[in-house]
């Protein structure tokens, strides 16, 4: 039996930390945008599950699926979604070159937000610095501000620390910490007041990890480092670093590797690489659906994929299925015989009872290996691209089947949104 070398690392994960449960990416589901995608951000606003994706020109808020609720027109730089006033109930910040903003309305329809500030804004953080309200820090222009609440109000109030160049800002409990992409050194602000931290190498991305901050060097051969400056060597090819809880076990560190199509999970000193159908260059991570398995947000420009989260032993609580109604389709007709998978996903619509029986093909008829991911049972596809399927009255609503083609010695991926009507 041959068991891959990620899956004997997540097994030993598990001997030595056996309540949590391996992670890997299951279904996804291909997110697309009309401008520059900013910023990413995931978890709970009113009581809804929610990812916020902010561009260059507009915020958009989408259901745990992927699936568009509301936006907003206005530029971002950077979202926050944290309990400021002690409520156990999130606030929504949105921080961008027109100033800082609190979101109001809720979910599916964004009210007019609370002006906090005109002033731009680059990076925005939580922090706690006394008592039950949490205060807001940004950067922008290598100047830093604390935004703290006093009686009814929001008050700004100056920092001592000065940065060069893309500020990397990041809240822990009652500590920030600051530092500039590509310098050497982190600047932390807590109780006792600032401090120094020394790193040899640049910084390349800044996190808050399980023993404190950490950090992805940049440089030739990277690592991820924290406080007790210990170290764990990565792929060539890692750009960014992400930190969630994964599966239930506690924060983890994740690395984004936009030119080899992959992200990384640590694990015990040692990266587990997953291959991804994007360029991941910014992300996020939470669990939507209650299962104790995170998704997972990753995107290039103005493209990405939501990764629904498997873990061993998980169950979901909320369902990933899109719950938009599907309308009955009139007489469907035949069925294509054939179906071109180009770099967009292909849509192919069939009603239940329907027979599918098709072969999939490149625009150059030049793929040598077919694999598929999701969909719904019953759906098949074979090495050679052959489809087929036959839909139940259960499958009714939407899909996303994704596709990896062996094209000569290099794989891409696609895929087909396959809907099922009644």
Partial sequence: MHISPRWLLCLASLLLAPAALCWQPGEMRPLSFDEDVTAVAMGRWGGTALTVVGTSGQLLVLDPTGTELSRAQMAVADVLLADLDGNESAEFVVCGPGGIFLMRGAANKLGKPIEVSTEPCEAIARFVPDGPFAAVVSAAGGKVTVWAPEGNKIVPHGWEGEYEGVPLLVGDGTNFALAAAGAVGIQEESRPGRSLFATADPVRALVAGPAGWTWLTGTEQPQVIDLSREGTTVATTARGLLSADLNGGGTQMV????????????SEGNEILHSVPTRPQVGAAADLDGDGCAEVVLVETRSGVLLEGVC????????????????????????????????QYADLTVGVG????????????????????GGPDGLAVSGDGHLTYTPEQQHVG?????????EGAVSRWSGINLTVVE
């Fill in 312 to 343: 061993d032993g998980a169950r979901p609580q909320v369902a990933l299925a899109p719950t938009a109604p599907v309308k009955r389709a009139p007489a469907t007709g035949e069925l294509p015989t054939e179906l071109v998978i180009g770099r």
């Fill in 255 to 266: 690395t984004l590797h936009p030119d080899a199509r992959s992200i990384g999970v640590l």
């Fill in 398 to 406: 939407l899909w996303s089947v994704s596709l990896r083609i062996r």
């Fill in 354 to 373: 329907q027979t599918v029986d098709l072969q999939l093909v490149t625009p150059k008829n030049d793929a040598r290996r077919w694999f598929f991911r």
